[in-house]
T-cell receptor
């Protein structure tokens, strides 16, 4: 089954304790991205990657890191989490649609709910 | 840069009633438009998309949306809502050359029995 898998689905941690949220897709997609969802703010993009070793900042990259060493994996790293990073996180992947990036249809993971105390 | 406005934060309808969720976008050229649905505890799933051609597009679960260039709108409709349609709905716009689709803030649909 074609899917995007995120782990962990739920995590409670404390300020400053480094954590990694993993994301893996089995569709050989080139494009992957991370979003956070907060009440009243909708989805905001954190980072995206157009292919292996190619990443770029989205709208809210501060406090996050990513890497894309393999095509299927795109982990999100919080080096020193803070309470304002408490949120619901989504990973998504896609292939460029119709030859242009803007036409991407995204496949989303089920989400990772992170609480930072 | 493109932007998306979903003016309604919450919409409440009775089961069996018709539904229209509003979406307005801002973009200088013809946009790529999407509606996604997020069921409770789930990720987002594509309902339908508009790239070009017929301005009335059909999607999954009986949803449709109409692109109106003159109004910069892409409203989502369903003639008869089912209780299982209760979810969060997101409109999104993609621009040619951009890897960053812009999402609206979402509309939460509540369905009364």
């Amino acid at each position: 089954e074609a899917q995007v898998t995120q782990n962990p689905r739920y995590l409670i941690t404390v300020t400053g304790k480094k954590l990694t949220v993993t994301c893996s897709q089995n569709m050989n997609h080139e494009y992957m991205s991370w979003y956070r969802q907060d009440p009243g703010l909708g989805l905001r993009q954190i980072y995206y990657s157009m292919n292996v070793e190619v990443t770029d900042k989205g709208d809210v990259p501060e406090g996050y890191k990513v890497s894309r060493k393999e095509k299927r994996n795109f982990p999100l790293i919080l080096e020193s989490p803070s309470p304002n990073q408490t949120s619901l996180y989504f990973c998504a992947s896609s292939q460029p649609g119709q030859g242009v990036p803007g036409a991407n249809v995204l496949t989303f993971g089920a989400g990772s709910r992170l609480t930072v105390l | 840069a493109q932007s998306v406005t979903q003016p309604d934060i919450h919409i409440t309808v009775s089961e069996g009633a018709s539904l229209e969720l509003r979406c307005n976008y801002s973009y200088g050229a013809t946009p790529y438009l999407f509606w996604y649905v997020q069921s409770p505890g789930q990720g987002l799933q594509l309902l339908l998309k508009y790239f070009s051609g017929d301005t009335l597009v059909q999607g999954i679960k009986g949803f449709e949306a109409e692109f109106k260039r003159s109004q910069s709108s892409f409203n989502l409709r369903k003639p008869s809502v089912h209780w299982s349609d209760a979810a969060e709905y997101f409109c999104a716009v993609g621009a040619a050359g951009s890897y960053i689709p812009t999402f609206g803030r979402g509309t939460s649909l509540i369905v009364h029995p």
